[in-house]
């Protein structure tokens, strides 16, 4: 037991010097056991927003499920994303978690601690394998385009209507204001007058 505990794949979630490891296993897509059918059609699921979005809706399932089951959460790191790993206790920010136990930590346990290690162990690449598994039956259904309508909202103005349904009852602009700059234009340009007699000023109106 406490060989394999030791030979576990391990990560630094951030940088080595910030002390935080944790157990983990590589998913990314060139190192799984995928046939090149497999492999290809993985590629492409990954690289469709739409088709991956279906994929991690289940793999999620699965890390809730570890999570509901042993108690320690499970998320990826790695610039792309390419490894699950398990929360470690090491840095006091972290409350739930699994800690990389040295060979030292384990010689000095129980037999009881070493083997519930062991089984949580046990319990993640199973997790992993279980994640792979889901992967290897969506490369295996048939992918298809379908047509989707997108309904959106907007805001609009709607004028109000009378009770009885009749006329519509919205406000009438008051255009007096208006009028009556118009009509003080015309006086002053004279447009729309005719010309007095004469040697007057006056225009017929």
Partial sequence: MIAYITGHETY????SWNGLIGYSRCIKIHRLPLTSGELDRAFEIICDENLSQDLWEDLRLLINEFKGETGIGVYTNGR?????VMESRR????????????EEDLLEMSHAEVKEIF??????????????GVLKYYCGLEIAEESYTVVKKRRVFREMVC????????????LTGLAVIDSE????SGE???PGP????????
């Fill in 12 to 15: 630094w979630t951030m940088n």
């Fill in 80 to 84: 792309s994303g390419g490894y699950i």
């Fill in 91 to 102: 840095n006091s920010h972290i409350k739930d978690g699994f800690p990389v136990r040295s």
């Fill in 119 to 132: 089984l949580t162990l046990r319990r993640f690449d199973r997790l992993f394998d279980d994640m792979v």
């Fill in 163 to 174: 009770p009885q349904g009749g006329e519509i009852a919205g406000p009438s602009p008051d």
């Fill in 185 to 188: 234009w015309k006086t002053k």
């Fill in 192 to 194: 729309g007058d005719l």
């Fill in 198 to 205: 004469a040697g007057t000023d006056e225009r017929v109106r």
